[in-house]
């Protein structure tokens, strides 16, 4: 569900990143089917958890999800002075609050399309929160980049089918605020690796949630003991499949490939999200929402590529 929208906080990667100079600057077969897979993933993630709500609720789907994902990595489990306090910080903006709010809002909402447009917003939020808390600068094309993002949304949000469930767009534009204070954040922490990163995240959101979803979700016991064999199969694909896997090959393909040769691939999640939920679900597509979709792709891909020529090419590689 999310960008990476749909997946985990990230860490610092196994290893050191190449320097931008030493990059493949093409992509190779098994890079394109890694690529393809991690899309795929993504975008039927929005789909495959909608089906799943019918039988397990969203809070309690992401507390679940949380709990498997920290018995899979309670092996990475490390204890970090000096930076515990940031990592419950991520822990909260980029877990239980990006879940919570995108599980709800995707829950509420009666199409896929517009939420997997509107989660696409972490990284125009993460550029504004960028020039508010870090000083940095952005120039009049990020500027005119951002109201295209603002604006496409805004095209969405006033569809007449859209403005019914505009308290559920409001959730998942809740998500991706949280995901870009998170992304912030990530850049202040030093010496976290992305696996213990994520098991910290898991371990810290799952309390959370699962204490959530029973104050208002009621006892989950009953969705528990009733989820049929495919609500399970569909929470293992939504955590490993789209999560933990298509992680791991993040991971990979950000330590390979520029961003400026990547990024256009990233965006294919949102629309094979999008085409979906029409085939599975029933959706409808409205003029509107292809309309303000593509304003607000097109703005993130020109953030996408613009950060990634900005960022000095042989810097350290972030802590994230």
Known sequence: MSTRPAGEPAGEPAGEPAHASDKPNHLTLSDLALLM??????????????????????????????????????????WHPGQM??????????????????????????????????????????????????????????????????????????????????????????????????T???RQVRGVPVYSMQAWVAVMSFPILFTASFALEGSPVDDIMNASLAAWAGLAFITLGAGLFAQAGYFYIIQRH????????????????????????GDVITVRMIIGGAMTLSGVLFIMLRESRIRPKHAPPEKT
């Open 85 to 182: 306090r940031l990592v419950f910080a991520i822990a909260m903006c980029t877990g239980a609050l990006f879940f919570g709010f995108m599980n709800l809002g995707l829950f509420y909402a009666e199409d896929v399309a517009p939420v997997a447009i509107v989660i696409q917003l972490t990284a125009p939020f993460a550029t504004v929160l960028s020039a508010i808390v870090l000083h940095e600068t952005v120039g009049i094309r990020r500027i005119l980049a951002l109201g295209i993002c603002f604006g496409g949304v805004a095209v969405i949000g006033f569809d007449p089918s859209v403005l019914q469930y505009s308290l559920a767009l409001g959730l998942v534009g809740l998500a991706s605020l949280s995901m870009a204070v998170g």
């Open 258 to 281: 520029e961003v400026g040769l990547t990024a256009p691939f990233m965006l294919l999640a949102p629309i094979l999200g999008a085409l979906g939920g029409v085939v599975f679900l």
């Open 184 to 186: 912030i954040l990530m």
């Open 37 to 78: 897979f991690m899309q795929i993933a993504w975008g039927g993630n929005f789909v495959v958890a909608k089906a799943v709500y019918s039988e397990i609720s969203p809070l309690l789907l992401s507390a679940l999800r949380f709990l498997i994902v920290a018995v899979v990595l309670v092996r990475f489990l490390r």
